[in-house]
């Protein structure tokens, strides 16, 4: 029998790349929590970021205790109150009760709108503020800070540029933005758990504004750790290129079903997996209609991308199995080997001779590509099965 090599612990200080030494945190020991860090240096550097966890801890719980979880990563509640919003924001027809009536009324793989130039406007405009929205909560993922904060920072500046945050009680989704961290596939629901040194997380934004839904994530890595993981570097990167690939063929005559083959080939030279149970989806003055963008190959997907249509691709894929499951609180998607996922989308609009990123990064958008090193290019395996519009 082998022995099993003892695993040596990491530093949880802000940043810190070195291994713990023996200091730890006083207060996580009440707590009955490991906190390690290097140094003493180190633990006062990261105690602004770090006293997020005691108050976590102080009165959270997991509200669905004997769930079998497939990860590490446990949900923290309570969730804070709904957020409101002012009247004098234009609300979707779901804001209310959680029904999107105008969405069941054009449902049919066939429906796909074409938008004319006003209309087509209104798209620029509220991506343009989404991205933005994007941005501003983007700069604050880094360790000891909550979802629920960023979820907040979400919602204040929706509400900020005279716009509704669309997930908020779209189907009775209780918050503003989805927040999914490292197992997490998509549709997270903002809570206690502060980010950890080493997390990645996707925040999922999506603004209703002058009529119109625009819709983007991004997936960013929480510390140097993550950076510094070759696996975690694989996963994002390969999440982040693999719908670049898949945008570049988007043009007038593209067919719905074509990108999801682009999109597997690239993942599948990496050794990841995509998800197939989640799919892209139209996007106008609905927040899902048609038509449905799947990430896979051999998908059935239906129709032909004209000028004026409007449309999300946004692949999420795994380090490991396809296959999701879902927590008990109906939106939680996770691995079902509770691998690591990422995910990145983009709302575009097919122009008369290609594709328009109404979403696109700007020049100070935090975040980004990281290098990833050859030996972390592996090639894998990957299978098929059905594709459902994303929630985000």
């Known amino acids: 029998m082998a022995a099993t090599e003892a695993v040596k612990k990491q530093c949880i200080g802000v ?17 009955g929590k490991e906190s390690f860090f290097c140094s003493q240096d180190c633990f006062k550097r990261s105690w602004s970021e770090h006293k ?5 801890n102080a009165t959270s719980f997991n509200p669905f205790p004997t769930f079998p979880f497939t990860g590490s990563l446990r949900p923290v509640y309570p969730l804070s109150e709904k957020r409101t919003v002012p009247a004098s924001i234009v609300h979707p027809d779901y804001a209310k009760d959680g029904i999107p009536r105008s969405e069941q009324k054009f449902l049919g793989r066939h429906n796909i709108t074409v938008l004319d130039k006003k209309q087509q406007e209104g798209m620029r405009k509220v991506c343009k503020l989404a991205r933005e929205v994007l941005d501003i909560a983007a700069r604050e993922v880094k360790p000891g800070v909550t979802t629920d904060y960023i979820d907040e920072v979400v919602h204040k500046a929706c509400v900020e540029r005279d716009s509704y945050p669309s997930p908020l009680n779209y189907v009775h989704f209780p918050k503003s933005v989805c927040t999914s961290v490292n197992e997490v596939i998509c549709h997270g629901i903002p809570d206690q758990r502060p980010l950890l040194e080493g997390d990645i997380v996707n925040l999922d934004v999506t603004l209703y504004h002058g009529g119109f839904h625009g819709d983007l994530n991004e997936t960013y890595y929480v510390g140097a750790k993550a950076l510094a993981d070759p696996d975690t570097v694989r996963v994002v990167e390969t999440a982040r290129e693999s719908l670049d690939e898949a945008i570049r ?12 083959g682009i999109i597997e080939k690239f993942s599948k030279a990496r050794g990841c997996s995509v998800i197939r149970t989640y799919c892209g989806h139209g996007i106008n003055q609905l927040f899902h209609c048609a038509p449905n963008v799947p990430h896979y190959a051999k998908n059935k997907a239906v129709g032909i991308a004209k000028p004026g249509m409007c449309f999300t691709i946004e692949p999420m894929i795994s380090l490991g199995t396809y296959r999701d499951k879902t927590w008990p609180d109906d939106w ?23 594709v328009e990123v109404l979403t696109a990064r700007q020049a100070d958008s935090p975040g980004g590509p990281a290098i990833m090193l050859p030996e972390t290019r592996q090639e894998g395996t990957i299978n098929g099965a059905n594709g459902k519009p994303s929630s985000g």
């Open 249 to 260: 063929n988007v043009k007038p005559g593209m067919l719905f079903r074509e990108p999801g």
């Open 15 to 31: 940043d810190c790349p070195n291994e713990a030494g023996s200091s730890q945190c006083p207060t996580c020991l009440k707590l």
């Open 332 to 354: 939680t998607s996770v691995t079902q080997d509770g691998s690591k996922t990422a995910q990145f989308e983009h709302t575009l609009l097919v122009t008369e001779d290609g």
């Open 52 to 56: 997020a966890v005691h108050k976590s």
